[in-house]
């Protein structure tokens, strides 16, 4: 065999040369050399991959960097509600990036050795992996989450690590022992805890509507909770937060806390910015709130962003609590609910307090979207109407009874005496009446828009109420008091100068109805600019299937609101282009010679009703079903 320094001063492709040489020729007499040989150029192969390895140049970057890169590649949940990313349910994605680990030698060496990348630990992912590679590092814990079982044996692994614990969010409705061993289990310090979740079904695992004592009482970081079913915890607990979700609070409501006793809470939480109400607070009845707080309290959260009530059963308790708040001008508000679980639920009058001096979130709205439409047009266990003020737009969706908004005309004028945009949805064939009601609070409205479900019955009934010369003679104190509190003319929303309409493209254009309404309105002094027909995008015929009547029997809903009515009649159906385009002209004739621009659009997409950021994580994190454990 050569000496060391002989090796050396041979090029490498004359010693593979000569190896590939020696074997070929070479008589082996014994399977063992073969092994040996083999064993051998396995271990070379992989040195030379690791060298060829090193010369890419993304494995040049130095491991800090690597590592912070490899973050991006994980699932992170939000600390406060961490609801799935497709808002339906969690996904398998929180486990992808363990991938990296097969890359190669230097990315596994890497990511198995970096603490901050296993600092995530899920009960359903080999959750004692994730706690060695941790090491010291601060956690995240889920416990029951994305798995819905929570066994003890899983609670045991983490028990040990509770004083480096960041976030916990721990959902123990599945939990099948005793109760008390679980808040005995977590009776030990959590001084670095930041976040808290912990959702439980009520008296299935817990004796009363009282918080056992948790974490000793120290808690000093604590920020974020999220809370299910209970009442009253330990004095002392759950101050200085900043985001705070109450939910499903048990029944009856004299088990819920008083007005007094939660606006005590919520000042020991003035910086407050995420509150979430749902089937959760001081909804207790009148009689029942005692003491009831002074007439003049206040408490004032100035740093709020987000204000949500669900499921709500009586508005007029959400109204009660909202005379003691002070909010800023920029906090959103969301309301929410099903209008069976109670009578006055679906009255929206019930909702706004007589003074909003304190409440400019509520005030100065400058678009209003409604939509009505008739409960049996919803999937069952929708919640049926969503009332939201947001960014100066004033959201009443999902309206389900006429009843409902009957009300609304007094009481909504401070909050939309500024609007200047409306637009409308309207299955319920609203009366005129009510309709001349709605739009005496409106009277700075300078744009309409109409969006007419499968016929024009609905538009007409809404542009009856703003023709100049009343349809009827029915002079109702309602709106007489409204034009005189608001010096309103005859003529209702005399601003008015845009009327659009969002309408199938296989549906008829309205053409005569419209331009008479156009044409009167001229008449009076009052002329619209602009008339606009907005043609909605349809999927082209060839993509229709009609499917056979289904032969099952139609799923019993939990709540039988109303009796079926029978289908709507089918739209007419315009057969051919040419016909589309010669009624279009003659709409544009009619019209053209009383508003000063007609305007016609093709394959649009339709204004979305909700809020942009609709559903929100309160709606999603409490109302979701989590599938059952694979």
């Known amino acids: 065999m050569p000496e060391p320094i002989a090796l050396h001063r041979q090029s490498t492709r004359d010693l593979l040369d000569a190896l590939t040489w020696r074997v070929t020729n070479k008589s082996y007499k014994s399977i063992g050399d073969l092994d040996l040989l083999d064993s051998r150029l396995q271990k070379l192969t992989a040195i030379a991959r690791g060298k060829r390895n090193a010369l890419i140049p993304v494995n040049q970057l130095p491991a800090e960097l690597m590592v912070i890169i490899f973050t991006y590649s994980q699932q992170h949940l939000a600390s406060f509600l961490p609801t799935p990313p497709n808002g339906i349910a969690y996904d398998k994605h929180h486990r992808d990036w363990l991938s990296l680990l097969h890359v190669c030698r230097h990315w596994r060496g890497i990511a198995a050795t970096s603490n901050l990348l296993w600092t995530t630990i899920d009960n359903g992912l080999v959750p004692q992996k994730f706690l060695r590679r941790s090491g010291n590092a601060p956690l995240t814990v889920y416990c029951g989450v994305r798995m819905r079982s929570c066994p003890k044996s899983d609670l045991s692994l983490f028990l040990p690590h509770l004083h480096r614990i960041r976030e916990l969010h721990m959902d123990i409705s599945s939990w ?18 930041e976040s808290l979740t912990l959702d439980t079904m009520g008296p299935v695992t817990a ?16 920020r974020k909770l999220c809370l299910e079913y209970f009442t009253y915890w330990p004095t002392g607990y759950f101050r200085g937060l900043t985001s705070l979700c109450l939910h499903h609070m048990p029944f009856p409501e004299s088990l819920r806390p008083t007005t007094a006793q939660f606006l005590d809470f919520l000042e020991s939480s003035p910086d407050l910015e995420e509150l979430i109400l749902v089937s959760a607070g001081p909804t207790r009845v009148d009689a029942e709130d005692v003491p009831a707080p002074h007439t003049e309290r206040l408490v004032a959260l100035n740093k709020l962003r987000e204000l949500t009530f669900g499921k709500i ?31 006055n639920d679906g009255d929206i009058a019930n909702l706004i307090p007589t003074n909003l001096t304190h409440l400019p979130c509520m005030l100065g709205m400058e678009e209003w979207r409604i939509r009505c439409a008739p409960y049996h047009t919803f999937p069952t266990g929708r919640d049926n109407y969503i009332v939201a003020f947001v960014d100066k737009v004033l959201y009443t969706l999902d309206i389900g009874l006429e009843a409902h908004i009957a009300r609304m005309a007094p009481v909504y004028a401070p909050v939309l005496r500024n609007v200047r945009k409306l637009y409308v949805n309207d299955t319920l064939d609203i009366s005129t009446a009510l309709w001349q009601d709605l739009f005496c609070c409106v009277p700075q409205l300078q744009e309409l828009i109409i969006r007419p479900h499968l016929l024009w019955n609905a538009s007409r009934g809404i542009l009856a109420a703003l023709y100049p010369e009343p349809v009827t003679q029915d002079k109702a104190p309602i709106r007489t008091g409204l034009k005189s509190m608001l010096r309103l003319d005859d003529i209702l929303c005399p601003e008015l100068k845009k009327l659009s309409f969002e309408v199938a493209s296989t549906v008829q254009g309205p053409g005569f109805y419209i331009s008479t309404f ?33 032969t099952t029997p139609p799923a019993q809903t939990p709540f039988p609101l109303a009796p079926q009515p029978p289908p709507p ?34 394959d649009q997409e339709p204004i979305v009703l909700e809020p942009k950021d609709w559903p929100i994580r309160g709606y999603i994190w409490t109302t979701m079903t989590l599938p059952e454990d694979e």
């Open 313 to 343: 059963i009586d508005l007029s308790c959400v109204r009660r609590l909202l005379s003691y708040l002070s909010l800023p001008e920029n906090a959103h508000m969301y309301f929410w609910g099903c209008p069976a679980l109670g009578a």
């Open 207 to 222: 004796p009363n509507a009282h918080l056992p004592a948790i974490f000793n009482g120290v808690m000093p970081r604590l």
């Open 569 to 602: 009649p089918p739209p007419v159906i315009i057969p051919n282009a040419q016909e589309q385009t010669s009624l279009e002209m003659e709409s544009m004739r009619v019209a053209s010679a009383s508003v000063r621009e007609v305007v016609y659009m093709h």
């Open 518 to 550: 156009i044409n009167e309105r001229k008449v009076r002094g009052k002329p619209l600019d602009e008339l606009e027909l907005r043609y909605l995008r349809t999927p082209p015929p060839a993509d229709i299937v009609y499917s056979p009547p289904s």
């Open 176 to 193: 099948v022992l005793s109760i008390q061993d679980l808040y005995t289990a977590i009776s030990k310090p959590a001084p670095l805890l």
